[in-house]
């Protein structure tokens, strides 16, 4: 496992537009069309909200998408936006197979703050799904670095998490981005880029090997958007405790923040995750052991259970390490459960962390370590865990799974997506990628077959190992259900004859997903987004981000955004530049800016017209450009 080797004064006045999420379980709410009256030009005085909302998503369909009410634009030389309109879409009702949760999930059909990230890939299916209106592909052909913002918005450390954010901060009419460092700090930056308030939740964590020192926060937070005594959301955030006086990190710690603020939430937070917290699951008596165990999936909350990930610290090396999942309950945080793979290895890694369709959690483990076991033992594997205990409920692995374990192909390389294919059979997918390139449709409802096996669809897209390691994103348009994944090296496999891929750069491919018993999948078009031009000493190239995707309506103009580079040609250098891709064609609209050392793996997020990710010590903004 090689895996841990390592906006200008235009964004103040735009993020100030509302833009709806989706429903969960609903088909797509009909637009909000009111928009607001336009502040004036001198002195910019409010824009009057935007008042309609979009008609609640129906019982049982796809995903919802939410409806669209912008508050007022800003005149010229204005100082203050236009109010937020209305939430449109109103959550789908409840019953919606596998539905998609809009923002923050509403139960029963309850709307949400809809223009809020609370987790990485926007909502709990992974599926990275934006609506934005104004991010139409002439406006992204016009894209260019918000630089007021991205001067404000520093810090200090390095950021492999993704940047949430929620439209209602502690200062009125603000926002609020998260960001997560290295230093183990949480810092939160209101929409013009100005630090609302910063939380170191431990000093000195422990330092590791590589480029990880210190090794401080990994892990995307996850939101939970019920408001506390203080009438603000939490944020939970898990980093290493601070070291013991001889430097040994003896737990981590999952800690209860205010989004007003930073403060810990009383009642006994953080949650200490140390060697008194033990797996018992397949007659196990294991003892979390956090000296050799890293922190690195995004967190998920899931029917008030916080989920959270670990695996190998620095790669294959040193004492044998396992993969866990640790529960803990949001209302008390001593009632903790765990899970453990049965044998070594096993890591539970995928930066993009864990999907949920409301029963637990999907997750993927690595490679075994300290030796291929003879029989299964829980590695190269896609595993349901649920609940406080936690409990196994479904699992699928590959059939090749010991040739992975011997190869270092480890199926914990990507996150699951959930995808609903309406009119197929089944209707309900688990989606992921190995680390060699292989595509897995995975049956929802029933993952796998007893002794292996059982995937629906296996699609190799390329021929070279260690090549994909990111989490797909789905997308549904005039002309179908797709996906985009991404490889970061050829040469690639069944990419159409006009396609631009270059094998020995890193590439984005777009696929369609069509009906049938089961659905069918096809490559549509394959598009470099860059990489060394010659080899980089090792078997990882670019090291390629995991791509979101938005549309102006929750359908058309679907554009899929993802870090990559020019033309690197220095060993493991990270990503610079944002690239803006046709979901329908493939062709490149925008390719530039330079955000120094955005992180392998990581994700950008779309709020109000922009695309903000995080590198080294900044977060960097994108948006149209006059």
Known sequence: MTKLTKVSVGLAVALFGCTSGNGPGGTPGTAGTNQGTAGQSTGGSTGTAGTNQGTAGQTGGSPGTAGQANGGAIGTAGSMAGAMGTAGGAAGATGGSMGTAGGGAGAGGTPVLTDDVLERGKRPSRDGNYVQPTLTPAAAMKMGMDTAFNTAASFTGMMFSSPLYLAKGPVTGKGIFIAATTNNDVVAFDDTGAMAWKRNITPNPAKSGGSLSPRGIMGTPVIDSTLGADGFPTIYVCGPGAATPGGVQDRYELHAISAKDGTERAGGWPAKLDATVKATNDGLNRAFNPTIEAQRPALSL??????????????????????????????????????????????????????????????????????VPATYSDSEGVIRLSGIPIVKKDAYWPVRFKQMDTDDQDMSS?????????????????????KDAHLYFLDASKLGAATGGGELVDMTLTNSNHSARISPVSYTTATGIHIAVTVDRGPYLGCPANSTADGTLAALIGLTVTPGSPATVAINWCTPIGGPTSADGGTIRNRSASPLVTTTDGHANPILWIAGSASQTATNTPATVLKAIDGETGAVLYSGGNCAGIRQWTTPIAVKGHIVLGGDAKLCSWSPQP
């Open 414 to 434: 990507s996150s699951v997506l959930l995808l609903n294919v309406p009119g197929a059979t089944p209707a309900n997918y688990a989606i992921t990628e190995s």
């Open 302 to 371: 899931v029917n008030g259970i916080v989920y959270i990930g670990f695996g190998g610290p620095f790669g294959d090396f040193g004492a044998t390490y396992y993969g866990w999942v640790i529960a803990v309950d949001k209302t008390d945080p001593t009632k903790i459960g765990a899970w453990s793979t049965r044998g070594g290895g096993g890591a539970i890694w995928s930066p993009g962390g864990f999907s949920s369709d409301g029963d637990g959690v999907l997750v993927t483990t690595g490679n075994a370590y300290g030796g």
